[in-house]
């Protein structure tokens, strides 16, 4: 049975893992990345941020991040499941319980950011109450060319 479990310092090595293994598979690590996976803390904690973690018999395999975006907004960011749990639900799961947490935040908005080519997590994001709308800033990664937002 998976466990949707919170940060702690004990699973950092485990969020840039699984991060890093889905960004270098289709693209590459981006400055950004880099910095927000190698301190998740400073990047996403300490500012009002979130990150989950999906645990499976006592092991890491999936993660994602609620970051301040300001004005009680957040981007669900830094998503991943790794490759060998893919297709048990647990991106859905995380998802879910990341929706539920922008709400105990009274979030004003939950946006995201991703890549057309990542087929599988739109449909997933479409699926859930994510519906693409157009980017109202510049993207801070390369890779974006998708910009959703959360109408449940």
């Known amino acids: 049975m998976v466990e ?24 590459r690590l981006e400055p950004i990345d880099e910095e927000v996976l190698s301190n998740p803390e400073r990047t996403i904690l300490d500012s009002g941020g979130h990150i989950l973690f999906a645990r499976l018999d006592g ?24 490759e060998r ?3 048990l639900g647990l991106g859905r799961k995380l998802l879910e319980a990341a929706i539920v947490k922008s709400k105990t935040l009274c979030a004003t908005e939950l946006f995201l950011e991703s890549s057309s080519k990542l087929s599988t997590a739109i449909r997933l994001y479409e699926t859930s109450g994510f519906v693409h709308t157009p980017r109202q800033s510049a993207s801070h990664y390369e890779r974006a060319d998708v910009y959703m937002v959360y109408k449940g």
């Open 4 to 27: 949707i479990i919170p940060f702690e310092p004990r699973y950092r090595d485990d969020f840039k893992r699984l991060n890093a293994a889905w960004l270098e598979k289709f693209f």
């Open 59 to 82: 092991e890491i395999v999936g993660t994602c991040a609620l970051i301040p975006g300001g004005g009680g907004r957040f981007e669900l960011s830094k998503m991943a499941v790794d």
């Open 85 to 87: 749990h893919q297709g």
